[in-house]
């Protein structure tokens, strides 16, 4: 079983950069997906980028696409991802995840992830 820890949430003033981690231990990402996803009190979980572990072939949201980015070092099974330009609209617990049972067309759906991290907190201030 696949346990993700994420880490390098914090808070960042408007205009901001962070980068948050996913530390992936209890098994091999080989053949499978990861995913980072956010959510806010209320609302669903949101689509924010997946990478496809074997060939690295990524897709993102297109609302956040140019302003984060999805990376991987394959050594550490670590999953990145780089936040740029925030807005205090990130703001939110932003998750990762991962699944075995991922296709091209499914990346985007939290009901295909298998394993969640705990999530980490991501606080943009005007």
């Known amino acids: 079983q696949v346990q993700l820890v994420e880490s390098g949430g914090g808070s960042v003033q408007t205009g901001g950069s962070l980068r948050i981690s996913c530390v992936a231990s209890g098994g091999t990402l080989r053949n499978g997906a990861v995913g980072w996803f956010r959510q806010t009190a209320g609302k669903d979980r949101e689509f924010i980028a997946a990478?496809?572990?074997?060939?690295?072939?990524?897709a993102y949201t297109d609302s956040l696409k140019g302003r984060f980015t999805i990376s991987r070092d394959i050594a550490k099974n670590t999953v990145y991802l780089q936040m740029n330009s925030l807005q205090p609209e990130d703001t939110a617990v932003y998750y990762c995840?991962?699944?075995?049972?991922?296709?091209?067309?499914?990346?985007?759906?939290?009901?295909?992830?298998?394993?969640w991290g705990q999530g980490t907190q991501v606080t943009v201030s005007s």
């Open positions: 995840a991962v699944g075995f049972r991922i296709i091209t067309s499914t990346m985007s759906s939290s009901s295909h992830y298998d394993y």
């Open positions: 990478l496809k572990w074997n060939g690295g072939a990524t």
